[in-house]
């Protein structure tokens, strides 16, 4: 089998860092990754991983969390107004958005970050409203 030569490639034990390959192994040696930019191969594994194209596929699209925040935003303009459930489904889009916005790496998509917003103001608003509708007497 061919080894790849000497050199820094992609830590495929954490794709933020590149790690020394020397010709036969892995050695001890880290360093953060270099910005985006030519596709980086991982010697030693089968089918070569890029660097590159995990932080592509990676950065596209919603994160889980900011979709979930979304769904759950718009799930309390649906359900507000339901004792006990709605107010439950208002508090959850609040803390599942603010969890995605806590936790969204520098380089988020902007797509992410408006989904987990947008969720974040509909479980506000939607809360605000529980709040009124139970206090009114309308729940």
């Known amino acids: 089998m061919i080894q790849p ?4 490639y992609a830590n495929p034990e954490n794709f933020n860092q590149v790690r020394w390959w020397d010709g036969t192994r892995w050695t001890d040696h880290v360093q953060a990754a270099p910005p985006p ?17 995990a932080r ?8 889980a969390a900011s979709g979930t925040g979304f769904g759950l935003g718009i799930a309390a303009f649906f359900l507000f107004g339901f004792p006990v459930l709605g107010p439950l489904i208002c508090v959850a889009a609040i803390v599942v958005s603010t969890i995605a916005l806590v936790r969204s790496p520098l380089g988020a998509s902007r797509k992410n970050k ?25 729940m």
């Not at 030569?5 to 820094?8: E, L, R, V």
């Not at 592509?56 to 994160?63: E, I, W």
């Not at 408006?114 to 007497?137: K, N, P, R, S």
């Open 5 to 8: 030569p000497a050199g820094w």
């Open 37 to 53: 930019g030519p596709e980086l191969a991982i010697p030693g594994l089968a089918g070569s991983t890029h660097l590159a194209a």
């Open 56 to 63: 592509r596929s990676s950065g596209s699209g919603v994160s």
């Open 114 to 138: 408006i989904f987990a917003i947008v969720g974040l103001v509909l479980g506000v608003i939607y809360t605000l409203m529980a709040l009124i509708w139970a206090v009114t007497g309308r």
